[in-house]
């Protein structure tokens, strides 16, 4: 009888070393496929057969069985491509997609993506990417179907304005309310080329009205006394309905500084308080300037300074803008789609969501790179990538395959010899059987 489960036994051999080769040849197959994680197969012993030795009992093997197939998710090389929707995991995590036919979420760590005609961010396999969309720069904290919103950028007018610079301590002394010349700043009197002139220090603003379109604001500085500056904000006549090439003033305050040169007061008073402006066909201007406190002595985004030296500007922030079409989207490693506008705005679109599992072994492979979550996974966890152990996102960059193509030659060059092995093993045993009949 032993010859006999000796066929079995070498048989079983057979099927491991099959099993394996059938896996080495999927490994290779797709090596290079995006996203591809290598599998490796896992082998077990059967149960012995118990015999009687003349030195007491003992036991026999009766050969070996696939014992599982495990999916290896280590981590695939990245190379760099030139599609900006291109995303790459480093680290942990899985891009989660739904078929929009389909009430499931699927996951994959492929992440060749597109836009379709929709707006909606798209595998190839017509799956759309999950994540969190946007609306005026706010994300949304419901996960569902990205899509990015490719109409035109709506203008919006300035409503805020920062501005940080240095004036400088060595301007003389003005006491006169509105500088050395008595302007008016009415539109019609003086020109904006003379009051800058006749200020201590001035610069020039690109503003934007309810229509998008641009002017220039010029902000004026006059040293009163040691401490105290007063500043006022103009702009062009004919841009309000007054005089072409004379100054409006729009605003106008008082600044208070300490001996360290830092800002103690700050006060500003609009024009439109009292006289209602516009820019010719837009709606009513009224604009806050920042420059580090406010009226009521709370610091803000600006920052103003005295110090000895000249006068400079080194920042200014402000807050509207023309209307603009989407040009380019880039992708950061947190997962924040932004999209860049002919006039000049970067806004934010979306942001990339990625799942976690307590057990990646517990996924199911489920073709075209996809896997499904089972209960042996766990439930995902969806979060932003680089948040808990989620891997960070690069963009313009595919995530290779991880199998090693050596490893594999290996692998399949020991598992050939073990077919080969086990195969003469059958054979011997053959033999033996039919010299074992002729015998009887």
Not at 13 to 30: F, P
Not at 34 to 47: N, P
């Amino acid at each position: 009888m032993s010859l006999f489960s000796t066929l079995s036994t070498a048989s079983s051999g057979l099927s491991m070393a099959g099993t394996k080769l059938a896996v080495i040849g999927d490994n290779i197959a797709n090596i290079n496929t995006i996203g591809f994680k290598g599998a490796r197969a896992q082998f077990a012993d059967l149960v012995a057969r118990d015999s009687m030795g003349l030195s007491g009992p003992t036991q026999i093997g009766t050969g070996g069985a696939t014992d599982r197939v495990n999916t290896l998710f280590g981590q695939g090389s990245i190379t760099e491509s030139s599609n900006a929707l291109d995303l790459a995991i480093s680290g942990n995590g899985f891009f989660q997609v739904k078929d929009p036919n389909e009430h499931g979420s699927l996951f994959t760590r492929d992440g060749q993506f597109f836009m379709d005609e929709k707006g909606f961010i798209t595998s190839s396999g017509g799956n759309r990417l999950q994540g969190f969309n946007a609306e005026d720069n706010q994300l949304s904290t419901i996960v569902s179907d990205i899509k990015i919103d490719r109409s035109a950028l709506q203008q919006s007018a300035s409503t805020t304005l920062e501005l940080t610079a240095t004036l400088s301590t060595e301007a003389d002394f003005s006491t006169t309310p509105i500088f050395s010349g008595g302007f008016t700043l009415d539109g019609n009197t003086d020109s904006i080329d003379d009051v800058a002139a006749d200020s201590d220090f001035a610069t020039s603003i690109t503003i934007y009205d309810s229509l998008g379109a641009p002017h220039s604001a010029t902000i004026c500085f006059e040293r009163q006394s040691a401490g105290d500056w007063g500043w006022h904000a103009l702009v062009d006549g004919g841009d309000v309905g007054e005089t072409d090439g004379m100054a409006f003033q729009i605003a106008s305050g008082n600044l208070s500084f300490d001996g360290d040169g830092v800002m103690t007061s700050f006060s500003q008073v609009n024009t439109s308080a009292t006289t209602p402006w516009n820019f010719t066909g837009a709606d009513d201007g009224d604009i806050d300037f920042e420059f580090g406190l406010d009226g009521s002595g709370t610091e803000n985004d600006g920052d103003l300074r005295a110090m000895s030296g000249p006068s400079a500007i080194t920042g200014v922030i402000q807050d509207g803008y023309g209307s603009g079409d989407l040009i380019q989207m880039t992708v950061d490693q947190n997962g924040n789609i932004m999209g860049t506008y002919t006039n000049g705005e970067d806004i934010l679109l979306g942001q990339v969501a990625l799942s976690e599992f307590p057990s990646y072994e517990g996924l199911k492979r489920v073709g075209r790179n996809l896997y499904q979550s089972t209960q042996m996974a766990g439930d995902p966890a969806v979060g932003t990538p680089g948040t808990g152990t989620r891997g960070n996102l690069i963009s313009f960059a595919l995530e290779q395959a991880n199998v090693d193509l050596e490893d594999q030659f290996v692998d399949m060059i020991q598992s050939q010899r073990t077919y080969q092995a086990n195969a003469r093993v059958i054979t011997t045993t053959d033999s033996t059987l039919q010299e074992l009949v002729q015998l009887l």
